[in-house]
């Protein structure tokens, strides 16, 4: 009965690992090898838990996009007398995580690097993106039924919205290792282009 558990823990360490090394060194710079020496597994172990390179990096993907949207549960799921307000104090925090790591999106990091050359991770980066999409889409509709948010437009379209100027902030944060993007990101999307007219 412990063997399955045992499996499992080394195969989340994998992955969580695979989180670390490709945000910083990207898919292709990135050697198997590596991952498993940091775990300690055998290299021979490896296709006991993923099929392929291939495989391995969408499971990773998943793993961060798991890792992202728990962070976003715990600022955005939670009971708040102010939707627009909690959705603000999140991307404050998603500020001060940048501070001293500009690591940006795995997401978005891979997306550029791999384009189209892999079915397997733009799959999983399509359906990690509508995940995180749907978290917004909640805390939205919330927003709107409180008056905070404009409703012009449907919680889903501000969400998309959302989502894209995030991640385009992400990546001129790295490109100009400063955090400021962000900021611009948040004071514009949150106090001007969401807010409901007459909102404070």
Sequence with gaps: MTRPKRNQDIREQLLNQGVSIFINQGYHGTGIKEVLDRV??????????????EHFGAEVIRQ??????????????????????????FFEQEILRHENSREGCLIGNLGAELGDSSELCLQAMSESLQVMEQRFVRVLQKAQKQGTV?????????ASILLNAYE????????????EPLRQ???LMLDDFLRASGGN
């Design 150 to 158: 404009r409703k012009d437009l449907a919680a889903g379209e501000l």
């Design 64 to 89: 961060y996009a798991k890792q992202i949207t728990a962070n976003m549960d715990t600022w955005l799921s939670e009971p708040q007398p102010d939707a627009l307000d909690a959705l603000k104090q």
């Design 185 to 187: 990101f948040t004071k």
């Design 168 to 179: 385009g902030a992400l990546l001129r944060m790295q490109i100009e290792k400063s955090v």
């Design 40 to 53: 300690k597994v055998p290299k021979g172990s490896f296709y006991n838990y993923f099929e392929s390179k």
